[in-house]
């Protein structure tokens, strides 16, 4: 909800500068913006359906309402930056007025302001373990990075004079690259989520070690993992004393 609100305000901010201003850079982060508002809302209505509790037509819960919501927002992400970019090199083929040095000021404020969303977004996607809320704090650093590069783009074009009037559009040509390249690298967790992908090597052998400090346990032959909402589904493969009864393997 604090990132919507604090999208909302930004978005209407730069969209006025950049109209303003003549700056297509900050227009593309203004859009930027919106999408972020969507995806994060999305975000929230997919953790929202995530934490409900198994019912008669979903047995196994509805985790997987999660990762879906992540690729989601990463797909949104790559749709932004296939836009941005088109319109940069439009921008780009024709000719247009210099941009006014106040949008550097609004940049800058937006940069940090958003890299602060960042860290807190993503710092609270750690504690959760959560794909989606990680992807949409993602989301606040691309915008801050392209907000960054948007400022080069207009300094340039402020600093070089006639023939620098397109520098924040070459801006606007980079950021969007950086958004699709974030978009790819979100998208995959989520997916893999989705497919029932393993687990990291790390993960299996920290659930391989806590099933050897089992009483019994011998060794662990096969770790079988699979994200089941917040939490993982895990088979394994145990070597059990000979003497060990049926009820005690499976307690195990």
């Given at each position: 909800?604090?990132?919507?609100?604090?999208?909302?305000?930004?978005?209407?901010?730069?969209?006025?500068?950049?109209?303003?201003?003549?700056?297509?850079?900050?227009?593309?982060?203004?859009?930027?913006?919106?999408?972020?508002?969507?995806?994060?809302?999305?975000?929230?209505?997919?953790?929202s359906v995530a934490i409900q509790p198994p019912d008669s037509n979903h047995p196994y819960g509805h985790g997987k309402a999660e990762p879906l919501?992540?690729?989601?927002?990463?797909?949104?992400?790559?749709?932004?930056?296939?836009?941005?970019?088109?319109?940069?090199?439009?921008?780009?083929?024709?000719?247009?007025?210099?941009?006014?040095?106040?949008?550097?000021?609004?940049?800058l404020a937006v940069a940090i302001i958003k890299e602060s969303l960042f860290r807190f977004a993503f710092r609270v996607g750690n504690q959760t373990s959560s794909s989606a809320v990680r992807a949409d704090a993602w989301h606040h650093?691309?915008?801050?990075?392209?907000?960054?590069a948007a400022g080069i783009g207009i300094a340039i074009a402020l600093w070089g004079g006639k023939g620098y009037e397109s520098a924040d559009d070459w801006a606007a040509l980079f950021a969007s690259g950086f958004i699709?390249?974030?978009?790819?690298?979100?998208?995959?967790?989520?997916?893999?989520?989705?497919?029932?992908?393993?687990?990291?090597?790390?993960?299996?052998?920290?659930?391989?070690?806590?099933?050897?400090s089992c009483n019994g346990v011998l060794a662990v032959e096969k770790v079988l993992a699979r994200k089941t909402g917040f939490v993982y589904w895990v088979d394994m493969h145990l070597e059990v004393p000979k003497n060990m009864t049926v009820e005690e393997a499976h307690a195990i």
């Open positions: 909800m604090l990132g919507i609100f604090v999208n909302g305000t930004l978005a209407t901010a730069k969209f006025i500068g950049g109209i303003l201003g003549n700056s297509y850079a900050l227009i593309a982060d203004a859009v930027e913006s919106m999408t972020d508002i969507f995806s994060s809302f999305v975000v929230w209505r997919g953790l919501a992540a690729s989601f927002v990463s797909l949104t992400l790559l749709a932004a930056a296939l836009g941005i970019a088109i319109q940069a090199v439009r921008e780009i083929l024709r000719p247009h007025l210099f941009p006014s040095p106040f949008t550097l000021w609004v940049l650093r691309s915008d801050a990075i392209t907000s960054a699709a390249w974030n978009g790819m690298r979100l998208l995959k967790p989520a997916v893999d989520e989705l497919i029932h992908a393993l687990p990291s090597e790390a993960l299996q052998k920290e659930i391989a070690a806590i099933a050897l």
